[in-house]
């Protein structure tokens, strides 16, 4: 356990990951299956995490990473165009593009996370860390694809933007853990994501952006959307 992380963050953490998990849920038509799924992987890691299971960063492959791989099978496997298209037909765009302004809170999470001592600086918005900007703009999208005002072309390059925001945090935040390749902040290594509840990090908020990108931009740019 991180006890130098004070209660109040590790509460806004899981508030932000509760608000990620139900406009998530809500936005992909309240499919029930995939909200057992959520919580049971959620479960799972946590039981994990307090175990201490996370904490062995001689292991290879990394076992945080392990904790993202049945989500990105399942990522996958989601993006098959039959399924695609069965979840496209059920989705709510401006509730799904909403979903990515809790990218604001946790960002104020791994602020204090920095200065706990726990992650780097590079890994927050002082340091290499924009993701903040797909959180601040996420409400703006939202509202301007309910009143109809926004192209499928500016729709398109927010969505990929803001997928590389979160795919350079995920790269840095892998690199600056303590593992064997560990390239950078070798002073103050990403820590935290190894312990409970950070690991629902990378092991559920990240692969939901993730996947609601990838998505939005595989439909988009097929032309697959349903008006």
């Known amino acids: 356990m991180l006890n130098q ?11 932000t990951y509760g608000l990620a998990v139900v406009l998530f849920y809500v936005a992909s038509g309240r499919p029930r299956p995939m909200l057992l799924i959520l919580l049971g992987w959620s479960i799972i890691l946590s039981v994990l995490a307090f175990r201490g299971f996370f904490t062995n960063t001689t292991s290879f492959p990394p076992r945080v990473a392990l904790a993202m791989f049945p989500a990105i099978l399942v990522i996958i496997i989601a993006l098959l165009p039959k399924n695609r298209k069965r979840t496209e037909a059920k989705r709510n765009r401006a509730l799904g593009s909403l979903m990515h302004s809790i990218r604001v809170p946790m960002e104020i999470v791994l602020y204090f996370l920095f200065v706990c001592g726990t992650i780097p600086e590079l890994m927050t918005f002082a340091g290499r860390n924009f993701d903040i900007a797909a959180g601040l703009t996420a409400p703006l999208i939202a509202f301007v694809i309910l009143k109809g005002k926004i192209g499928r072309t500016t729709l398109l390059a927010w969505n990929i933007a803001c997928l590389i925001l979160i795919l350079s945090v995920l790269i840095n935040g892998l690199l600056s ?27 559920i908020v990240v692969p939901l952006v993730i996947y609601s990108h ?14």
């Open 214 to 227: 990838l998505h939005d931009i595989i439909v988009l740019v097929k032309g697959e959307d349903v008006q």
């Open 177 to 203: 853990a303590e593992y064997p390749f560990q390239q950078f902040a070798f002073d103050q290594p990403n820590q935290a994501v190894m312990y409970f509840p950070y690991i629902l990090l990378p092991g």
């Open 5 to 15: 992380i004070p209660w109040t963050i590790d509460l806004l953490f899981l508030i």
